[in-house]
């Protein structure tokens, strides 16, 4: 249908309709829980949810053909001059971004209507941060990307607190505080950039840059890497992830699928808009991707040694966003205008895009599933596959989901993290990245057989010992109410949290069916996503190189025999991990509460590795 | 470890951690580099013809940059409402949504001792807050003429709304500062912005633009309209986040 | 250069009161010193260039660069923001733990779960 | 003019962070915050001075003593005074 009136929609209007749309949905919630009561609030507020999380595929679907034509729409906010104006940038790469970001929110949004949380407030905060992700996906402004760290920032802290477990205070004020002062190093980094540049677009900063003598010298090396640094404590990695762990896995079950599966990875993206284009930023990204590269093996060891479900899904996330920066800090060193480059940057992208499938996709069931059986400890809960059936789930929609993601994040053909990981190898192969990521992936298969047990029957023994100990994860709000001194109905009981989750329901259901249905389908198609996506990144550089090499090919006998092996070596590490020798040694490597003080040395750590670096290339 | 060895550690640690950033902000924050002129060049010579406003600070806030103002905005609202629900209710408020009893934003209010309020302070304040509310107008409505505009004129119209609670009798209802509708207020305003952020995208020119460019109203107006917006928006804001936080609620 | 050691040293003690302070009131404390800090960064250097306030009136001289201060106006609230959540975080903490004490804290939680 | 009140600046940020009492804290807090308007002031930048001292001066002190009143107002803990005051953390147990 062709747009024939005098009324047309500008290519801007649609982009900024992505972040105005989620907006507009908060404002409505705001004013339904201001203005109206009962039954007509929640209606407004289930209405201004649908506007504003699935509204914006509507303006994806309409920039589509101008992103996939190769075209950018670029410019400045409201039209300002250019000098002082807020220029934002609207390519394949910001279409990627924020498509996942819909996808997930969507689905973890249908997700909270069954299981919570679901408050006005939970709600329009929720929005708010998925419209921060949209902006910050497409802005080329670096105080503009603080503004939306900040919001994305905030966001999350409210939305981690908002769980009732226990501990969750605590893991949101750590994670604020090393956030915020992280941010606070960031505006010292901005104004080196605006001290010498007098610019605040990447696009003048660049070109300030390498109009200066020496390229701007240790002044522009430092304030990069501190403006790098502030945002890689975002993205949880290597030295840098004390935080997640207590975050993620204390918040609720939706929030954690939306900070696993967006958060941690759109600011990485973000980041890459101006380590493309301003000088030392290639060098910048060679010892990120190493870094990647380290944190993928780490945190999978640490993962293999937990004990709390979701403590171990947490870990995996910090692991499986190592391969991410990882191929793409190698995309990011050969640079965008080289094939291989190319090739990695789309292999990043795919695997992040998955990573939110298959990961939303684990904890919600796992999510689920826990809260059933009312334990988390990987190595004392059994049967919860029973206790699924028992609690009324006729399909056994929970269970499938696991295995499907789990199955996912081993790399299992034909599901879709076999084709990212296939693809982030594949273009590594030869350097010492392929080993550490291979090594990395048998221990996610190791932890994942580990993980599965919970859903493996009961043996009388384990039995015995369940009905005795009650579990003492899910008494947090008792002994909140206790220390608070609070009356009872100010802190809820502690089957609140619960209570709607005890019982199979509707939204619980279709949203797992839906990431796994994504899981399975995304696996199927991920050739033809491969060229999407390569085609997508390759409109922004303009190339053409999509049809010079379309990519690795999947199901060849080397791959598939690869996975045998390492299906095998996992299987292996599985009994060593929990033979008495191997969960001795593992204890040596689970986590320790390094206190909050650790955080902040490895932040100042991190930082001063990334100068020295950057000084001495 | 012993306890000693442990603090000695511990003290190293931070040390360490506060040598290393002195190390890496040195450079940065002792830098002689030249300021660069090219940003304040370039408004001196165009941005009052440009934005229409004298007070070049308020034309970049407003003018140049409003999406970050949006996004400041978006962060207090945030702020806002997250700082009531977790010292009202804890998680609660998040994860129940609407089962909750109304009218509890004030829970704090059992932890100040009972005596906040004197007859002296009642009589100073009652007086004093409608002065400071004008005040906070005319600071909201000038600041694309003078220092000031509507984020500043938002705080004092918060304390003018604090003041009046505090001046007021305990039954007495005061409309303006009961908390239902400092929210009301909130919330409008909230969707006011956005309308007023995306209305240049109907009338053609562009989002964040003048929407009535083409009808010959100067940049000016739409400072303005966006600064009564905004101060509105925070004074109610934080107006129902101290009252709240004094315990002085329904 | 007086004024920035002065500025940096400002900045110093407030980061060692986050990473240093048992006390999380403290730590917050700290967080607003170092966002001060910065925000003092911005306005001394950004004013070396002119003489006059970024408001153009009649005949005035060079003006201050006004870029940094709209900046540091978005900065400075977003630091408050920022600070009020912590508080409530802290208020909660101490609810539930009785104490302000990051160490003490950290012992319940981890001997809860 | 300026160094000299940027040397009070620190004074007041070591005295914040030093005090027994957390209101004391709040208050040379919000006195830095007047100190920075009143610096803000003389170098020309006057709608960061009015934003400091209204934000940061009131806002903030308000959220504060709110805080502490509604808290505590000591900053180290009774019963731990005295003894070691290193991070005893927690031994995580095995399985």
Known sequence: ?617 | ?250 | MLERILILLLFLIGFAGIVGMRNIIKKIFGLTIINSAVVLLFIVEGSRIGNSAPIIDAEIGLVVDPVPQALMLTAIVIGVCVTALALALAFRLYKAYGSFDIDEIHRQVHRES | MIPILLALLIILAVYTLASADLLHGVIALSGISLISALIFYLLRAPDVAITEAAVGAGVSTVVFVWAIRATTRRASPVKNAGSSSAAVLPEDESL
């Open chain 1, 1 to 617: 249908m062709k747009f024939t009136g005098r009324f047309t929609v500008s290519p801007e209007s649609s982009v900024f309709s992505l972040v105005m749309l989620p907006l507009l949905g908060a404002a409505l919630v705001m004013l339904a829980k201001a203005f109206l009561k009962g039954r007509m609030a929640a209606g407004m507020q289930f209405t201004a949810m649908l506007v504003g999380l699935f509204g914006p595929w509507l303006a994806l679907l309409y920039t589509f053909p101008l992103v996939w034509s190769g075209l950018t729409v670029e410019g400045v906010i409201g039209n300002w001059s250019g000098v002082v104006g807020i220029t934002f940038q609207f390519d394949g790469l910001a279409w990627l971004i924020n498509a996942l970001g819909y996808t997930v929110a969507g689905a973890a949004w249908i997700y909270s209507l069954g299981a919570g949380p679901r408050g006005p407030v939970f709600s329009s905060v929720f929005l708010i941060q998925t419209a921060a992700l949209a902006a910050t996906a497409m802005t080329a402004d670096i105080f503009n990307l603080f503004v939306c760290l900040e919001v994305l920032g905030i966001a999350s802290y409210v939305l981690v607190a908002s769980s009732e477990k226990n501990g969750a205070f605590l893991a949101s004020f750590s994670y604020l505080m090393v956030s915020a002062s992280s941010m606070v190093f960031f505006l010292a980094g901005l104004f080196g950039l605006y001290r010498l540049t007098g610019s605040l677009s990447y696009s003048g900063i660049s070109q300030a840059l390498l109009a200066l003598p020496d390229q701007g010298g240790g002044l522009a090396a430092i304030s990069l890497s501190l403006i790098i640094a502030a945002v890689a404590m975002r993205v949880a990695m290597m030295p840098l992830y004390g935080w997640l762990p207590d975050a993620h896995a204390l918040a609720p079950h939706a929030v954690s699928a939306v900070l696993s599966g967006v958060l941690i990875k759109t600011p990485l993206f973000a980041l890459s808009r101006i380590m493309l284009i301003v000088p030392l930023g290639a060098a910048a990204a060679q010892l990120l991707g190493y870094a990647g590269a380290a944190t993928a093996i780490v945190a999978v060891l640490v993962a293999l040694s937990q004990k709390d479900a979701k403590r171990l899904l947490a870990y995996h996330s910090i692991s499986q966003i190592g391969y991410v920066v990882c191929a793409w800090g190698a995309a990011l060193d050969l640079g965008m205008d080289t094939m291989a480059g190319q090739h990695l940057m789309t292999a990043a992208f795919l695997h992040a895009f998955y990573h939110a499938l298959f990961k939303g996709l684990l904890f919600l069931s796992i999510g689920t599933s826990t809260d059933r059986a009312g334990s988390r400890n990987v190595y004392t809960l059994r049967g919860a596959a029973s206790t699924l059936r028992q609690s009324g789930e006729r399909l056994p929609i929970t269970l499938l989901s696991f295995i499907i993601a789990a199955l996912a994040i081993s790399a299992i053909p034909p599901l879709n993290g076999y084709a990212s990981k296939i693809a982030i190898t594949y273009s590594l192969k030869g350097s010492w990245q392929y080993w550490v990521l291979s090594a990395a992936s048998i221990g996610t298969i190791a932890s994942f057989i580990k993980l599965s047990r919970i859903f493996w029957p009961q043996p009388a023994r384990i039995r015995l010992m369940a009905t005795e100990e009650p579990s003492a994860v899910f008494m947090p709000s008792v002994a909140t109410a206790r220390h608070s001194g609070l009356p009872a109905q100010i802190v809820p009981g502690p089957m609140t949290d619960t209570s709607a989750v005890k019982r199979a329901n509707l939204p619980v259901g279709i949203s797992q069916a839906m990431l796994a249905l994504a899981c399975v389908a995304s696996g199927l198609a991920a050739p033809w996503l491969y060229g999407f996506v390569l085609r997508l990144l390759d409109s922004a550089a303009s190339l053409g190189f999509t049809s010079l090499n379309p990519g690795p090919a999947l199901y060849t006998a080397d791959n598939l025999l690869k996975t045998l092996y390492m299906v095998l070596a996992g299987f292996v590490l599985f009994r060593l991990a929990v033979s008495a020798l191997g969960s001795r040694l593992l204890s040596l490597v689970r986590d320790r509460h390094r206190g909050f003080h650790g955080l902040f040395l490895s932040f100042a750590v991190g930082l001063s590795v990334l100068c020295v670096w950057l000084l001495l290339v």
């Open chain 2, 1 to 250: 470890m012993s306890g000693r060895a442990r603090r000695i550690l511990f003290l190293a640690q931070i040390a360490l951690c506060v040598l290393l950033v002195a190390a890496v902000l040195i450079p940065v924050f002792l830098s002689s580099m030249p300021w660069p002129l090219s940003a304040r060049d370039y408004l001196q010579a165009n941005g009052l013809a440009e934005s229409g406003a004298s007070n070049l600070v308020s034309a970049i806030y407003l003018g140049y940059r409003a999406f970050d103002t949006l996004g400041e905005t978006i962060v207090l609202l945030v702020a806002i409402s997250g700082t009531i629900a977790i010292i009202a209710h804890g998680g609660a408020v998040l994860a129940q949504g609407y089962g909750l009893p109304s009218g509890t934003a004030s829970e704090p209010a059992r932890h100040l001792p009972p005596k906040t309020r004197t007859e002296l302070l009642e009589v100073v304040t009652g007086k004093l807050g409608p002065v400071v509310l004008v005040f906070g107008v005319y600071v909201m409505m000038y600041g694309h003429l003078s220092p000031g505009g509507g984020f500043q004129g938002g705080v004092v119209i918060a304390s003018g709304i604090v003041f009046l609670a505090l001046g007021s009798r305990v039954d007495a209802s005061n409309s303006l500062t009961s908390p239902e509708n400092l929210v009301r207020i909130e919330s409008a305003a909230f969707a006011l912005l956005l309308l007023a952020a995306s209305s240049g995208i109907i009338s053609g020119s562009g989002f964040f633009g003048n929407p009535l460019a083409g009808a010959g109203l100067t940049p000016v107006a739409f400072i303005i309209t966006l600064n009564a917006i905004i101060g509105l928006k925070v004074g109610a804001g934080l107006g129902f986040m101290c009252i709240a936080m004094l315990g002085r609620g329904k």
